[in-house]
Each structure stands twice: as C-alpha cells, then as structure tokens.
C-alpha cells in the first residue's frame, strides 16, 4: 500500500512538474544565497527547499520531496548515511538499476565540476567539516557557488538515531554523483 502511495505521489509530481516548469533560473554570483545563513543554521529553510524543488528536474524534485517528508515525518533508518539516502531513492522508486553515474571517481579525486551538480543528486564528498571523512548526502542548493558552499540533506547515521537534517557542507570534493535514469 505503501508503495502504491509512492507511485501516485510520484505520478502527480511529475504531472504537477510539467505543467509548471516553463523556465529555470540559473543564480549568479551576485544572487548568492549566502545571506541565508546565521549563526551555521539556514534561515529561511522553506523557501530554499521550495526553489530548488522548482528547479529540479522532474526526477529530482521526486528525490527531494520524498527526503523532505522523511525529515518532516523524523523517520530514523537503521545504518549510515548510504543507507538512508538509498532509502529516499528506493522509496522514490529509483533503485539501483534506475540509477546513472555521471561522476564515478575515488576520495583522492577527480572531483566533480561543481556546474554539474543538480538538486536531487546523490553524491558522495570529503566532509571538511568532520576529520575530512568521506560522508554522502543529497544535494539541494547552492548558498554560494564560488566558495562550493551548499545546504545538503544529511544523515548522521550510526548508532545516533537522530533524523537526517538540513546541513551546510563545502563541496569541494565531491568524488562521486548519483542521478536518477530519465
């Protein structure tokens, strides 16, 4: 039943999509949404996620509004940060074999151009905020391009059992990229 859910709710969003994507805007430097943050917390969270809903592609405004109401709804997924990514693809039925690779590099690089990256990708990256570890998230939006600065959907995982959450991450490694099949 509840993939059925899934399955219509993806069908309206695509629906939704086609009838409202008309155009998308690209942000400049002077656009940048670093103004939005205080203190490391994101304010004005909501308009963020709205705008880079709208600016995804179909498929990744599935992504991110399936990890959206997983964070509204709190939802703990036993494992690490892979896993519940995965489990945001998977539930927006995306598994494996619906998935593409556009970068596919190891934590010592090549590192991805960062105009590649689009709200909805699933990437992997050095996180410089947390000894330099390899962590993966879903990109949402850029608060500053030129510094690689970027709000992500994040998952600490582990043995935590805290919810994924909203964090700002340098994305100057990014090492590998994970999109849905169109």
């Given amino acids: 039943m509840q993939r059925f859910r899934f399955v219509i709710l993806k069908l309206l969003i695509l629906t939704l999509l086609t009838a409202l994507i008309s155009c998308s805007s690209v942000r400049t430097k002077s656009e940048s949404l670093s103004d939005n943050i205080h203190k490391g917390k994101i304010k004005d969270l909501e308009s963020i996620l709205d705008r880079a809903e709208e600016k995804a592609t179909p498929d990744g405004k599935v992504i991110l509004t399936i990890g959206r109401s997983m964070i509204t709804e709190r939802e703990i997924v036993i494992g690490s940060c892979w896993d519940y990514i995965n489990a945001v693809y998977n539930r927006a039925l995306y598994p494996e074999r619906k998935r593409e690779h556009p970068l596919k590099s190891k934590t010592k690089g090549p590192f991805a151009d960062v105009n590649t990256i689009q709200p909805g990708d699933w990437l992997y990256f050095i996180n410089h905020s947390f000894s330099r570890r390899d962590h993966s ?23 935590k059992r805290s919810p994924a959450t909203y964090k700002i ?12 099949k169109p």
């Fill in 137 to 159: 998230g879903i990109f949402v939006e850029w608060i500053d391009i030129d510094k690689k600065k970027a709000v992500m959907m994040s998952y600490i995982g582990g043995k």
């Fill in 169 to 180: 991450y340098n994305l100057e490694n990014v090492y590998n990229i994970i999109r849905p």
